[in-house]
């Protein structure tokens, strides 16, 4: 991953754990919970880590636009989000996900198939991994083909939370349509 020199940070808490949230320039390039698979730790902690922004704006709505959406006061993000940092592909795995509506789940074969890389399924989940906007880019939606809970960077319990809360059907899952380009994406 790459991210912009100017990217600063934010330490927050959640009902899922404590938060770093990143942002650059452009938009929200990080949510993610503390000690999760693939988080940038050299960015986060330690003398070579961006800058704490506590007055931040972005920061701050983030902080408080995922507090509100973990206690059922907010269905949706309305955040600009850079996703410049990962690969082509990567970001339009990423833009995809936003589209997995609330409630919805989809297995990473389908979303592979809506994507046009049918033999790709391993890469797509690779790059669903590599999610670095947790909860916000929502890739604990993206389930094993028979509805199973698969692979979460966040944990297997948040996963289960995230989805218990949005009250999500775990049934085999169908593809979705990502026909728009979600609003706050840029």
């Not at 929502?138 to 028979?146: A, E, L």
Request: charged letters at 10%; hydrophobic letters at 40%; aromatic letters at 6%.
């Amino acid at each position: 991953m790459h991210y912009h020199p100017h990217t600063v940070q934010l330490q927050a808490a959640s009902a899922l754990g404590t938060v770093r949230l990143a942002a650059s320039p452009a938009g929200l390039v990080g949510v993610w919970f503390e000690g999760q698979r693939h988080e940038p730790v050299t960015r986060l902690y330690g003398t070579g880590a961006w800058p704490h922004a506590p007055g931040h704006a972005l920061l701050q709505a983030a902080a408080l636009q995922l507090q509100q959406y973990l206690a059922a006061e907010r269905s949706t993000f309305d955040l600009p989000l850079d996703l410049s940092g990962g690969t082509p592909f990567q970001q339009s795995v990423w833009r995809a996900l936003l589209a997995i509506g609330r409630g919805a789940t989809t297995s990473y074969g389908a979303l592979s198939l809506q994507l046009g890389y049918p033999r790709a399924v391993r890469a797509l989940g690779a790059a669903v991994g590599r999610n670095p906007l947790s909860v916000v880019v929502p890739c604990h939606r993206v389930v094993g083909s028979d509805g199973s809970l698969t692979g979460y960077a966040g944990g297997l319990d948040r996963k289960r939370a995230l989805l218990t809360l949005e009250n999500a059907q775990l049934a085999a899952t169908r593809a979705h349509s990502i026909a728009a380009t979600p609003q706050g994406f840029q």
